[in-house]
């Protein structure tokens, strides 16, 4: 499989590179800063200079041509709610548009636990975080497009255990970045596991036996 991967040299983007071209699939990671170019192809996969904000659709879909499939795991991180909109909502949004304009219907989309952060007392910015990601999974579950919305619960650093617990709706929690990507790894490659909402938890389940329990539903 030959997936396109925005978001590459992020936590998550990095170990699913790793886990991808482990089973021989070929990644192209976009990366906006030339310096990640390194970290990029550390990881296994092509780099490739990409920016959501400035890139128009056709420059996107230029770049998508000849893929599998996407996955966008991109985000502002807490840069303002100016990029938080440009990256994680219109880019979403551009980047889903670019897909369909190149004919790739796969695309999965690394969301946001909607009861993430909801211990504690939350920031203005932190809320138009929630709204613009809530907004995102909207636009793309409205495309015609085989998405996969995955939305884990708070990203933890620590070590995998490469058991999940995962769902349409979860008590909300906390996983691993090895497990979401491990998660993502095995769902990209299981085409019944479509256009549907996963939450996604630390749990008991191994994940290959978690995804499958999914697409056979």
């Known amino acids: 499989m030959k997936v396109f ?21 070929l990644v192209t990671g976009m990366h906006r800063e030339s310096a990640q170019a390194e970290t990029v192809r550390a990881a296994g996969a092509a780099p490739l200079a990409g ?11 230029q770049k998508f041509g000849g893929h599998d499939a996407v996955v966008f795991s991109a985000g502002a991180h807490g840069t303002g709610m100016d990029k938080t909109t440009a990256i994680d909502g219109w880019g979403l949004e551009k980047a889903a548009a670019a897909a369909a304009e190149a004919g790739v219907s796969r695309f999965v989309l690394v969301s946001a636990f909607p009861e993430a952060g909801r211990d504690r007392e939350t920031t203005e910015g932190f809320e138009h975080y ?18 996969l919305i995955v939305r884990p619960g708070t990203l933890l650093d620590e070590p995998g255990t490469g058991r999940v617990t995962a769902g349409p709706a979860l008590e909300y929690g906390s996983v691993p970045r090895d497990d979401v990507a491990a998660f993502i790894d095995a769902a990209l490659h299981e085409p ?6 996963i939450e996604l938890t630390t749990g008991d389940t191994p994940v290959a036996e978690a995804v499958a329990r999914l697409a056979r539903r």
């Open 192 to 197: 019944a596991l479509n256009r549907v909402i």
């Open 5 to 25: 991967l925005i978001g590459a040299a992020g936590g998550i983007g990095r170990r699913l590179t790793r886990l991808l071209a482990a089973r021989g699939d």
């Open 51 to 61: 920016d959501l904000i400035y890139d128009s659709m056709e420059d996107l879909a």
């Open 130 to 147: 929630m709204k613009v990601k809530k907004a995102a999974d909207a636009h793309l579950a409205g495309t015609d497009l085989d998405w």
